[in-house]
């Protein structure tokens, strides 16, 4: 295999990580927000507005408990699998033996972003926004 080839084939895997990542974040925000609106819906056959408070509330709470889980699949797991494939990439693409005319696409993509950490704030701002609407939101129907 040539190294265009081994290339075209990092290339692969690092987009089929970045699919499962995106899919990941949004069937779980999807799914989360489902369970939440059909808890709420369950909850008016409860006879009493403080009971339909409580036991929202605390649904709300243990949601993002399971919230917090998903972030740590993705951040801990899922995305160190992405980072570990482009960092293939542009190990590849930076080889001496690499002709210079090569596809530099990932190690310029890498050179723009300034490193791994600026992937991750992003996601992490987005996962606690969401806990933070989920556990306050529990915490403000309980009390």
Do not use: C
Not at 110 to 134: E, Q, R, S, W
């Amino acid at each position: 295999m040539n190294k265009f080839e081994l290339w075209k084939e990092y290339e692969s895997i690092a987009m089929h990580f970045n699919t499962l990542l995106i899919q990941l974040r949004v069937r779980a925000l999807a799914s989360i927000t489902a369970i939440a609106t059909i808890l709420a819906y369950a909850t008016k056959i409860s006879s009493s507005p403080a009971a339909q408070h409580t036991i929202l509330g605390i649904s709300l709470i243990v949601l993002s408990i399971i919230w917090i889980a998903i972030y740590i699949i993705d951040i801990h797991y899922y995305n160190k699998l992405l980072i570990g494939a482009v960092q293939a990439i542009t190990d590849l693409e930076e080889e001496k033996e690499y002709d210079e005319n090569s596809i530099k696409f990932s190690s310029t993509v890498k050179d723009i972003v300034n490193g791994k950490a600026i992937f991750i704030y992003p996601i992490i701002l987005f996962y606690i926004i969401i806990f933070l609407l989920f556990f306050i939101g529990g915490l403000f129907l309980i009390n």
